[in-house]
Each structure stands twice: as C-alpha cells, then as structure tokens.
C-alpha cells in the first residue's frame, strides 16, 4: 500500500512562505521521480516543481519556490518563498512509479490528496 500525505497548508499574505511536507510510506520514495503540482479553481493542473533523473521547478515559480528531499525520514518538500496570489491552489505531491531509476517519464502514478494554499 502506498501512500503520500501533504500537510502545511494554510494562508498566508502575499510575499510570506509557507513549506509543504509530503510524507510518503508504502514505498522507499528516494528511488522514484517526484514531483509538487497545483490545480486552482478554473485552470489546468500545472506540474511546479520535480526532482529525479530531470529536476527543475515551473517558470511561473523558478527564484521562489525548490523542491528537496529529506535523506532522513522519508518526507519530499515543497519550499515556497515570495507567494503571489496567483499561487493560490490545491497543491499535491506525486510519484512516478513506472521505474525505479528516479528516470523522470512524464507520468505520475501515485499521487496524494493535497493541500489547500491561500494568497491574500
């Protein structure tokens, strides 16, 4: 069984931080392409950040937000800096399952239910 928990949700005012947890269990995560996406009300879901084989983070957050993993218990993180009210969104964290490389496919198998972010 697998399962990716994303908590540190909450509202914040424009320019605060917030940091996103994803605790994964099920699986070692380290071996797996992951990844941070967001969806807001009435826009397509937009893949923010990856680490694995083909890390990197969007250009609509690149200089505020990093992706990161935590070597020691088991927890990939979304750190973001400078939010934007545009940045208000669903965020959930995801797992591309399809190797055990950390090769980046595109396709995402495992994905947790998310966390709200609000932007004032």
């Known amino acids: 069984h697998v399962q990716l928990v994303e908590s540190g949700g909450g509202s914040v005012q424009a320019g605060g931080s917030l940091r996103l947890p994803c605790a994964v269990s099920?699986?070692?995560?380290?071996?797996?392409?992951m990844a941070w996406f967001r969806q807001a009300p009435g826009k397509e879901r937009e893949r923010v950040a990856q680490?694995?084989?083909?890390?990197g983070v969007a250009d609509s957050v690149k200089g505020r937000f990093a992706i990161s993993r935590d070597g020691n218990n088991n927890t990939l993180y979304l750190q973001m800096d400078n939010l934007k009210p545009e940045d208000a969104a669903m965020y959930y964290c995801?797992?591309?399952?399809?190797?055990?490389?950390?090769?980046?496919?595109?396709?995402?198998?495992?994905w947790g239910q998310g966390t709200q972010v609000t932007v004032s």
């Open positions: 099920g699986y070692t995560y380290s071996r797996y392409c």
């Open positions: 680490i694995g084989s083909k890390s």
């Open positions: 995801a797992a591309d399952r399809t190797n055990r490389r950390r090769q980046c496919s595109g396709t995402f198998t495992d």
